[in-house]
């Protein structure tokens, strides 16, 4: 009886959380699959490292850190460009992703500093 309700539970949020989804606007759609990407790439880079070794650990930490980042980021401009959100409603979209731009270029300088 309990496996069936929580089945039924976890089918109705699942449905729930689908439909809320199809009205979000397909330019956030796009940092959402950005953002799946960056994080996928980290947990290859994490698994990879598991399994081969962190002999360069410098250019694993630079890696993952690359990834992490680029992600926060990545939220950063969604949280900014989302029209429901009226903490930036002055805000272009334009600027955000200046920001957006700008943020990943000293992200990945610093990165590349941290390689040696």
Known sequence: MGKSSTTKDAQ????SFRSAYVATPTNLKIIDLYVMF???TALI????????GTFPF???LSGVLSCVGTAVLAVC???QVNKENKEFKDLPPERAFA???LCNLVLHLVIMNFLG
């Open 58 to 60: 410098n250019s694993f």
């Open 38 to 40: 960056a994080v996928f």
């Open 99 to 101: 920001d957006f731009v």
């Open 45 to 52: 880079q994490v698994v990879y490292m598991a399994m081969v």
């Open 12 to 15: 109705a949020l699942f449905q």
């Open 77 to 79: 401009l969604r949280i």
